[in-house]
């Protein structure tokens, strides 16, 4: 893939996509390919996964790519 549109962004916004995107990695569920939601761990939130697949667009890093995003077909 291309560079990352991370790279053309303002420090500011690198920050706040960084810290964003490192607070839904750790609420990601891999097997469900959507984030889990912070307040109940058993329910998936539709739109944080929305956000957290933008994120995963942004930030274009290697190993992203090898399993499908939270869009994927199952």
């Keep these: 893939m291309g560079t990352s549109l991370m790279e053309s962004m303002a420090d500011e916004q690198r920050y706040l996509v960084d ?3 490192a607070d ?3 609420h990601y569920d891999d097997e469900m390919k959507l984030l889990r939601s912070k307040e109940n761990p058993q329910l998936h939130y539709t739109r944080g ?3 957290y697949a933008i994120g995963l667009l942004l ?3 290697p190993g992203t ?10």
């Design 59 to 61: 930030r274009n890093t």
């Design 65 to 74: 790519w090898k399993e499908p995003a939270a869009f994927s077909a199952r």
């Design 24 to 26: 839904m990695d750790l």
């Design 49 to 51: 996964s929305a956000h």
């Design 19 to 21: 810290h964003a995107m």
